[in-house]
């Protein structure tokens, strides 16, 4: 059965900030943890979460960069990761072993990166934004509290591609728009897989399309492709509809902590509610593609990633 996708009416919109979804809410007491936490939406997100109350833990690639991005952010701690290296995260998560989490936003990734090859020969898009996040949720799931969620940060980049059954790792041939997309399609269904199997136990994941937003993921796309692509005007200046980092983190944050989710756990989201089926092609205006939330491809993925990744069996 696919994920049912309508809109619940949550009173928040595309200029929605994270600090606003959290108004009134109180996360004293609660961890969360959030990859790429020290920079763009992530950054956003962190902080927002901090203010609210909440412990942050943030995995960093580059931990002396994390510390001085976080450095006045209360309530924040910094551990090493690096999410192509599946060493480095059975390593954090032995170093958190028998924290309590609350929440994962599972935040960091790459972007159209130049072709890469990580561990056993795995195309990096694919490693960094899936195959560690995947290994890392499954090695920390026991800590995960009665009721914790997971949310999954994807794209509307999802729209140029499934899941590439027969060349997961694009050995016959790179492309890096595909590559960056087929990572953000599993990144969606690893949340419907999640949920499915977590739910027992109270646990309950979301996928979330941030929107379009400017960022340093877009550090191997040449600026003069920013103008083509139409992100960017004359001026250099973010095009219409374009979010803020703080625009951004909402739909993650929202996803995280809105009681209005409740009952539709495995939902991907965007514009802090939830998404509907996708009826263009229109990446800006987003929604979801049947391939992005259909179970059986999640069954599907779930069992080669464990596979993969020794984690989730």
């Not at 962190?46 to 450095?71: F, K, N």
Request: neutral net charge; charged residues 20%; contains cysteine.
């Amino acid at each position: 059965m696919i994920t049912q996708q309508h809109r619940l009416g949550s009173g928040f919109g595309p200029h929605s900030t994270a600090d606003d979804v959290l108004t009134g809410t109180d996360l004293t007491g609660a961890t969360a943890l959030v990859t790429g936490g020290y920079s763009g939406l992530g950054l956003a997100a962190v902080r927002a979460l901090a203010r609210a109350g909440a412990r942050v833990i943030v995995p960093a690639r580059r931990t002396a960069a994390a510390e001085d991005a976080l450095a006045g952010v209360g309530g924040t701690e910094v551990h090493p990761l690096d999410l192509a290296d599946l060493d480095s995260v059975r390593d954090l998560a032995r170093r958190l072993r028998g924290r309590r989490i609350d929440i994962a936003i599972t935040n960091a990734g790459v972007m159209a990166c130049p072709e890469t090859r990580v561990g056993p020969g795995w195309e990096m898009h694919l490693a960094v934004n899936h195959l560690g996040h995947f290994a890392l949720v499954n090695l920390l799931r026991p800590q995960f509290s009665a009721g914790a969620r997971v949310v999954s940060v994807s794209s509307s980049g999802h729209f140029l591609s499934g899941i590439r059954w027969d060349d997961i790792h694009f050995r016959t041939g790179y492309d890096r728009w595909l590559a960056y997309a087929q990572a953000k399609t599993a990144n969606a269904l690893f949340a419907v897989h999640l949920d499915r199997l977590g739910a027992a136990d109270g646990l309950h994941a979301f996928a979330v399309h941030p929107g379009s937003i400017l960022t340093p993921l877009q550090r191997h796309v040449p600026r003069e492709e920013w103008r083509k692509l139409g992100w960017v005007g004359p001026d250099g200046r973010p095009a219409e509809g374009f979010k803020t980092p703080e625009q951004g983190a909402a739909t993650a944050v929202w996803a995280a902590t809105s009681p209005l989710l409740a009952g539709h756990g495995g939902a991907y989201c965007q514009d802090c509610d939830v998404a509907q089926p996708a009826d263009s092609d229109d990446m800006l205006v987003g929604g979801v593609k049947p391939w992005a939330v259909d179970p059986g491809a999640a069954a599907r993925l779930w069992e080669l990633s464990a596979d993969l990744t020794g984690t989730g069996a």
